[in-house]
């Protein structure tokens, strides 16, 4: 074979699941003479060290030398980095034979290999090597045979000389290493036999692709049997604690270790921010240290730690230290309620029902941090786009189906699912049409486009004034709250337009049920009536909806029940008034909520109950049945009195009543 010839036999083993692409980078490197160093780079745990062996793989097809080295199997001096490629040196050629060979020897022996075959000398864990980075950069590769190539892979991208001198940078192809796409995991999944499509989605909407996490809950799935309702607590935890110990091998202090805390416990962070939440001044250097982390990422305004990793510090703080947790905790809900009283900023109303812990807010308008790279933006209805409307209820009648979607919560271990039968969403489409919208104003209506034009849903929230009320009061759905009214506060809401009081949220849909993404956007535009200082009307026979906007503190009006959606749909009404500068008050009574949850959850850490069993323990201190906890968390009432008889057994007591006894003592 000539020096560089491709071995022509047919390949044995194809690139590994959802590294095509990364294959194809290194066909490339082997090839290019300009290309001396690869820099593959990535988090902990997703399979850098895999990649390389299979690189080795390859190369041996190919007759390549390949030199696979782990910075963690030799001390970090010149003459440890020596001796040690020359130990491996000899599985290819005689080496060196002194006990110290000197540099020079070592890269005569390369040079001779690299007369006729391709040398390839990779290094994993090059971050840990930072002791010799300068003498690796300046004497060996300057001094080696331009021939030799070199895979540096790490958890961080070369930064230094690496880039800021021209005659390094040149030389350098990097690649970095992404998370498995939703087409990668299955094919992923299906590698180790998981085929059942709502296994496939928990373990997707778990894991978000991450290669570690996906194979340590894929076993996990097939150790607890058919993982059809997965997240089922103990061995999910566990997982996470796993990724947790792995992520924070790269951290060095205990002073950094509490700033990575701090930086889980919010969604989004600066200086700033974690200076605030500490009560302290966060030092340059330590905060440079925190986002120089391979699990932190620079967005636009600020930074965010990846969201599976947020999650496992949380879970893992739990676990540690449930006082610390809930006492950062307090401090992050502090800090976002003084800054929208201050500022009443959309953006800030969003941090502030982030943050306060609602598993179900948080799962449904947080269900993921925007970096897929879709955007959307909310269009008003006007007569130029009318026509968008008339095709977007077209192609709905065409098309009724049931619809579906699920929200997961890493943290609580919980999946909230919504469904929308085919009878409800045929009678909504009864109900409301084009001319519904020119009743109430087209500027009730908006339409959710991404940047390419193209429309994913829409939105009507009525203004109520004296352009709409009548309607809203002979329309079907909101027509049972506003006859119900005194005259004194219909006529109260029977104002101008311009001194609207109040909003009637009458309709959303999409043109895909199932994206996540879109139902997210449209949703979270519907928190800024929050700052309106209005109040809010909401009727749905969805369990769904009637669960999230009590967790926003809607409050029911029983008068207002009605079965306009059909005699077996019965649908609730709620609203949630914030008239008279009430937005204070309201963040209070959310946060005092969180208060009082919190000792439940410390209780439930005391008793090391599950994610799912710590939400029945705190929906059974706050008075719900059987049958009530069973709705709300949307699983069958003999589930719960499973989780029960668990829960019974920890506590040591036999029933509710001691149940209620125990932790209330324990609170106090």
Request: proline share 4%; with cysteine; charged share 25%.
């Amino acid at each position: 074979m000539q020096k560089h010839e491709v071995n022509q036999r047919p390949l044995t083993e194809p690139a590994p699941i959802g590294r095509v692409q990364e294959f194809e980078v290194f066909e490339a490197f082997r090839r290019c003479d300009e290309t001396r160093i690869l820099n593959m780079h990535g988090q902990g745990g997703i399979g850098k060290t895999y990649l390389l062996h299979a690189f080795e793989r390859r190369s041996f097809h190919y007759g390549d030398t390949f030199i696979r080295m782990d910075s963690l199997d030799f001390t970090h001096t010149p003459q440890d980095f020596v001796r040690h490629l020359n130990l491996l040196l000899g599985s290819y050629i005689a080496p060196v034979k002194e006990a110290d060979p000197s540099m020079f020897e070592v890269k005569q022996k390369l040079t001779e290999l690299s007369q006729s075959t391709q040398v390839i000398i990779a290094i994993d864990n090059y971050e840990k090597m930072a002791e010799i980075d300068r003498w690796f950069r300046q004497f060996f590769l300057t001094h080696s045979d331009p021939a030799v190539k070199v895979i540096i892979s790490g958890r961080l991208p070369l930064q230094g000389e690496w880039v800021e001198f021209p005659v390094w940078a040149a030389k350098i192809r990097t690649m970095p290493l992404r998370f498995f796409n939703r087409e990668e995991i299955t094919a992923f999944l299906k590698q180790q036999n998981i085929t059942e499509q709502s296994t496939i989605h928990s373990l997707h909407d778990f894991t978000e692709g991450h290669p570690l996490a996906l194979t340590l809950a894929g076993m996990s799935a097939k150790e607890n049997g058919a993982l059809g309702s997965y997240v089922n607590g103990d061995s999910i935890q566990q997982v996470l604690l796993t990724l947790t110990r792995r992520w924070l091998e790269e951290v060095e202090s205990d002073a950094l270790l509490e700033l990575i805390e701090a930086a889980a416990m919010v969604r989004y962070f600066n200086q700033h921010t974690l200076s605030e939440i500490l009560e302290r001044n966060v030092p340059y250097q330590q905060f440079i240290a925190l986002t120089n982390l391979s699990f932190v990422q620079r967005l636009k305004e600020h930074w965010s730690i990846h969201e599976l990793i947020q999650d496992a510090i949380k879970v893992d703080l739990v676990q540690r230290s449930p006082e610390r947790y809930n006492r950062l905790k307090q401090k992050v809900i502090g800090y976002y309620k003084k800054r929208l009283i201050k500022t009443k900023h959309p953006d800030d109303i969003a941090m502030f029902f982030y943050h306060i812990g609602d598993e179900l807010i948080q799962s449904v308008f947080f269900h993921s941090k925007p970096t897929s790279g879709r955007k959307f933006y909310l269009e008003q209805v006007d007569e130029y786009n009318f026509d968008d409307v008339l095709h977007f209820y077209e192609k709905k009648k065409d098309d009724v189906s049931v619809s579906k979607a699920q929200f997961y919560n890493r943290v609580s271990n919980q999946t909230f699912r919504f469904f929308a039968s085919y009878e409800h969403n045929k009678t909504e489409l009864e109900l409301i049409g084009p001319d519904y919208i020119r009743k109430m104003g087209l500027d009730s209506t908006k339409l959710l486009r991404d940047y390419t034009g193209q429309i994913h849903a829409m939105s009507i929230v009525v203004p109520v004034h004296h352009g709409t009320i009548h309607a809203l009061t002979d329309e079907p759905v909101s027509r049972a709250y506003f006859r119900q009214l005194s005259k004194a506060d219909w006529d109260n809401l029977n104002r101008p337009k311009d001194d609207t009081k109040a909003y009637f949220i009458r309709f959303l849909d999409y043109v895909d049920p199932g994206d996540h993404d879109a139902r997210i956007a449209l949703m979270y535009d519907l928190l800024p009536l929050l700052l309106t200082g209005a109040k809010i009307i909401v009727s749905s026979p969805l369990p769904f909806f009637q669960a999230l906007v009590k967790s926003f503190g809607f409050s029911e009006i029983p008068a207002a029940q009605h079965d306009d959606f059909g005699p077996d749909s019965i649908s609730r009404t709620y609203e949630l008034d914030l008239a008279a500068d009430q937005l204070a008050e309201y963040m209070s009574s959310l946060t005092e909520d969180v208060t009082e949850t919190n000792h439940y959850r410390h209780a439930a850490d005391c008793l090391q109950l599950t994610g799912r069993e710590g939400e029945i323990l705190t929906l059974i201190m706050e008075g719900f049945s059987n049958s009530a906890i069973a709705k709300k968390l949307f699983v069958a009432e003999i589930t719960v009195k499973k989780h029960n008889s668990r829960i019974f057994a920890k506590a040591g007591v036999k029933n509710r009543a001691q149940l209620v006894k125990k932790v209330m003592e324990q609170s106090q």
